[in-house]
Every structure is written in C-alpha cells, then in structure tokens.
C-alpha cells in the first residue's frame, strides 16, 4: 500500500515544496532580519556584514528545502487529509527537518557575538513562515475545482492558515507566558553550556520544526475543510 501512495504522488513535488519551503523561509528571514537590525548595536557584529547575507540565504535555502521536503512530503503521503493526521505528518515530518537548521540558525548565528534577536522576534518570524508555507502549499494537497479560480484557491489558503497558525501562535504564546516558560537569553545560554552548543542547536530545531510542522499539518487540514 505504502508503494502504491509513493508511486501515486504528483511529479516533481519535491521540488515544488522545497520552493515552497524556501519562499515561506526567505519572507520570515527577511522579516526576522529588519526586525534585528532595528535593535541597538546589530550593526556590531564579530562577523563582517559583508559576509551575512551569504549566511542568511545558506540559512534559508537549507531550511526552506529541509521543511519543505519533509513537512510537505509527510503531509502528502497522508491518504486521509484531515487536520488531525495532517497534524501528525506534519509533527513528524517537522522532527526530520530540524536537525540542519537547528545547527545553522542557533549554533551557527547563536554563536555571534551580538545582541540576542528576541524571542518574540524569533517566534514571530517562525509562525509567518509557517503561514506562507501552508498558503503556498496547501493546494498541493487538495487540488482546486475546475470552477475555482487558482487566484481564489490560494486567497483561501492564506486566510485559513492566518486564521488557524495566529491561534495557535497567540495561544502558544499566552501559555508560556502563563506557566512563565517564555524563553530568554539567560536561560538559554545556561542551557547551552551545560549540553553543549550544537547538541542544544539540534534539540531547539527539532523541537521548534516539530511543533511547528504539527501546526502546518493543521492548518493545512483546515485549509481543505474551508475548500469543500
């Protein structure tokens, strides 16, 4: 059965979602970025800035193509595309996905010595990628009626997974705050020299690509219910 759904996948879909996930990956970087060079002292770098940019699109290409693959080609080997299963091919496709850009983004950048991004800066970055993505490759999992405009197609797609990953975001959010688990740079650079820095990279992309790719995998099952 597995054969016959790997044999049944759509042509080059590993190449649409790891354009997918670049896309998504690019907008939240370059949204991230703006947001960090507002900050005092991001300019003062232990890294020319000569160099960053090349840093920045090696970071997304290898996140992008990473999330992509994995989230996109979990949630499309899914035969029932409800929010529920998506949302486990999502999570487990997030696991898979995490280890490179853990490595680049925290060890990577973590490692720099300038001022910390922000953990709301981080997040926020995460959660528009993530709704990018899903907007973007949504319609590959539930294909558009011949009546349907692709315009139309893809308007719904975003509004769905705006709906769906702003809850999720605002109450992920709010629950961390309420059991005072919010992330901060103390904690986080305690926790790093206690594991080690590119174990603590790892364990962060993991988790961070997991949760988020549960969330993807949702939105995307909601963007089919609203597509019926």
């Known amino acids: 059965m597995f054969t016959q759904q790997v044999d049944s996948l759509p042509r080059f879909w590993g190449l649409r979602a790891a354009l997918a996930g670049t896309l998504a990956c690019g907008l939240g970087a370059l949204l991230g970025t703006s947001r960090y060079l507002a900050l005092p002292g991001a300019m003062r770098l232990s890294w020319s800035w000569d160099h960053m940019p090349l840093a920045i699109a090696l970071f997304v290409l290898v996140g992008g193509v990473s999330v992509g693959v994995c989230v996109g080609g979990a949630t499309l080997l899914m035969q029932r595309r409800d929010p529920l299963r998506l949302m486990g091919a999502g999570a487990l496709g997030g ?48 294909p558009r009626r011949s009546e349907r405009s692709l315009l139309r197609q893809l308007g719904t797609a975003t509004v769905a997974s705006v709906i769906s990953l702003g809850a ?30 590119v174990p603590f990279a790892v364990v962060c992309g993991v988790v961070l690509t997991a949760v988020g790719g549960a969330a993807i995998g949702a939105a995307c099952g909601l963007v089919g219910r609203m597509s019926r």
């Open 95 to 142: 696991i898979l996905a995490g280890v490179a850009p853990g490595v680049l983004g925290v060890a990577g950048f973590g490692s720099l010595d300038a001022p910390y991004a922000g953990t709301a800066n981080i997040l926020g970055s995460c959660l528009v990628g993530a709704i990018a993505f899903v907007a973007l490759w949504s319609p590959q999992l539930f």
């Open 168 to 197: 999720f975001g605002m109450m992920g959010w709010t629950l961390m705050r309420m059991l005072n688990v919010v992330p901060t740079l103390h904690g986080m650079t305690a926790l790093a020299r206690a594991m080690g820095l």
